[in-house]
């Protein structure tokens, strides 16, 4: 399962500044980050974000996120110099923590 973060053509370039090439291209020229994700995970993910969907039959993603998560996701990433998978475990740790 992964997570797709899409990438506006600023975003894409300050993370090649920062030295952080985690961008993939797809759809000509289009770039995403994509996010390995485990069973746990996208059941965490789920029990905060009963709206996603699970697309196990096309993309094999998790999709309707908030784009404020994904957001936070980015800013962990550019702010601590983190990988993806990384930047993704703290931000659902962060908010499990503010739920409790």
Do not use: C, Q
Not at 1 to 12: A, G, T
Not at 36 to 63: A, G, Q, R, Y
């Amino acid at each position: 399962m992964k997570i797709f973060i899409w990438l506006n053509e600023e975003m894409s370039k300050k993370l090649e500044e920062l030295g952080l090439n985690y961008a993939k291209e797809v759809l000509g020229g289009m770039r995403r980050i994509e996010i390995d994700v485990e069973e746990d995970i996208v059941n965490e993910i789920v029990k905060l974000f009963p709206n996603v969907k699970i697309d196990k039959s096309t993309t094999n993603s998790i999709e309707l996120l908030p784009k404020s998560f994904k957001s936070e996701i980015l800013k962990t990433i550019i702010e601590r110099k983190i990988e993806p998978k990384k930047a993704l475990l703290e931000v659902l740790n962060t908010l499990k923590h503010r739920r409790i």
